[in-house]
């Protein structure tokens, strides 16, 4: 079966320091990859999705960045926190639509606090 | 734009039903989600509807009218356990989901 982690489960960061987050998926080949952000009370916001190794598309321009240094590896990072970055961070994938309705699984997530 | 739209807060007891309403406004449509959140934890798929009708997964149901930009969840035989948070998703024209902003359900006994 299928499996997503993600770590760490929670951080504090001060304002200007960097970040990195990492996703690892197992059980599956070539999935879509997912970064998702939830501030308090607002729905999701898809901050990078990955269709394959190298492959990136940013939703959101801001000083976060994705990479994909593997299929089932999807690592989100910042040189230079800001306090508006704070939130609960979700790495999700879905397998390919057509082999099946895609819908997304989930990691744990990542509750980030930038002071 | 793209809007989805579903209520902030409702509440309901124990054992009874309750229906989640979301509407929609999207670039197209390629079906439509539901997931349930617990409050500090991360989604779960609950159900999903691309043709319009009703889909039936034991407690849960979930239904669709696309000529109304309408969909709900129904929750029968309310527990406690299902407080949470249900998201409602729309995958659009280019395949991307856009989300509601959830709605929170609180059970009372």
């Known amino acids: 079966s299928q499996t997503i982690h993600q770590w760490p489960a929670t951080l504090v960061q001060p304002v200007g320091s960097p970040l990195s987050l990492e996703c690892t998926v197992e059980g599956t080949s070539n999935p879509n990859l997912y970064w998702y952000r939830q501030a308090a009370g607002r729905g999701l916001q898809l901050l990078f999705y990955s269709v394959g190794i190298g492959q990136i598309s940013s939703e959101v321009p801001q000083n976060l960045s994705a990479s994909r240094p593997q299929d089932r590896q999807f690592i989100l990072s910042s040189k230079k926190l800001l306090l508006s970055d704070s939130g609960f961070y979700l790495c999700?994938?879905?397998?390919?639509?057509?082999?099946?309705?895609?819908?997304?699984?989930f990691g744990e997530g990542s509750r980030l606090t930038v002071l | 734009g793209q809007n989805i739209d579903q209520p902030t807060e409702m509440t309901a007891t124990e054992g009874a039903i309750v229906q989640i309403n979301c509407t929609y406004q999207t670039s197209g449509f390629n079906g439509l989600f539901w997931y349930q959140q617990h409050a500090g934890e991360a989604p779960t798929f609950l159900s999903y509807?691309?043709l319009d009708g009703l889909e039936e997964k034991g407690r849960f149901s979930s239904f669709l009218s696309r000529s109304k930009g309408y969909s709900y969840l129904l929750l029968k035989e309310l527990q406690m356990k299902d407080s949470a948070s249900y998201l409602c998703?729309?995958?659009?024209?280019?395949?991307?989901?856009?989300w509601g902003a959830g709605t929170k359900l609180i059970i009372k006994p």
């Open positions: 998703a729309v995958r659009d024209s280019n395949y991307q989901l856009i």
């Open positions: 509807n691309v």
């Open positions: 999700a994938w879905s397998g390919t639509v057509g082999q099946s309705t895609g819908e997304l699984f």
